[in-house]
């Protein structure tokens, strides 16, 4: 679907925990000198201004990197190590009220023979993806304007068979679940040694099909010949109500990053950046 449009959301605390996961990945990626490639399926506008009025309208960057960003600049707490990078990468940006989305991260880490692929379907926000990254015409960057999932397959295995496919689709519809799990497990058979990092959202009236779509994903990595380490990490900014009333169903309260092939120490790590996330977002 092409209506969803990730600008009004940007800088929130999915960004917060989606970034943070990208960012520590990125950096385990870099440790080693062989190179990578990164694809990106739903890569959205590159870059995000804080002042605009979709972005004021929610008021979610507010309550997320904004307020992150306000506290730790008041701090001398040692930070977390994958807020720290996170924030690093941020904070240009930030000080130009910008916000750096998924294909700006990638692009940082990139190194001589790095390579990302960057798929985005929306007309919007392929157009404001190409003027966001035309500054650097290195060869290192491909913009694709397909769809994501037809694009992935096309795209699989890479040349350079070390690197990361990072998949946060819009959750429009109740497809979404299927098509996502279907498009892993054939990404997966056919580069079987990337990381594979896919955000999904807490929903309360969407639970069973996460539970259905993480469920099938781990017993289809545990099932392969050469089995596949996962991991889950949730962040969720309040909690759940049963009894909440119908509309409340919708509401975002967190969201989640399973990730197959995590690189060494990764959940550790982001545990400790939810833990830090949760005690600042909470006042």
Known sequence: ??????????????????????????????????????????????????????????????????????????????????????????????????????????????????????IEKHPESVEALRQNTKAKTDGKTMIHDKDSYECLKELLPPLVKRGLILI???????????????????????WNTAIIALWYPLLLRRKNENAQMLTELEDFCKLQLNQSETLRCEFCVTEPDEETAEEKASHLYGSGMFIINPPWQLKEKLEECISFYSKVLAY
Request: aromatic residues 10%; proline residues 3%; hydrophobic residues 35%.
């Open 1 to 118: 679907m092409l209506s969803y449009q990730h600008k009004f959301h940007a800088g929130n605390h999915a960004d917060l925990l989606k970034h943070t996961a990208l960012s520590l990945i990125l950096d385990s990626l870099c440790k080693k000198e062989k190179p990578f490639t990164v694809i990106d399926t739903h890569a959205g506008n590159g870059i995000y201004f804080l002042d605009d009025e979709s972005i004021q309208k929610t008021g979610e960057a507010r309550q997320g990197i904004e307020k992150i960003w306000s506290f730790t600049k008041k701090t001398s707490l040692t930070l977390p190590e994958g807020i720290q990078i996170y924030l690093d990468i941020q904070n240009d940006f930030l000080n130009k009220r910008q916000y750096a989305g998924s294909p700006q991260i990638e692009r940082m880490f990139l190194r001589q023979k790095d390579i990302v692929h960057l």
């Open 168 to 190: 946060d689709p819009s959750y429009e519809d109740k497809s979404d679940w299927q098509n996502v799990t279907m498009a892993i497990k054939e990404a997966h058979k056919k």
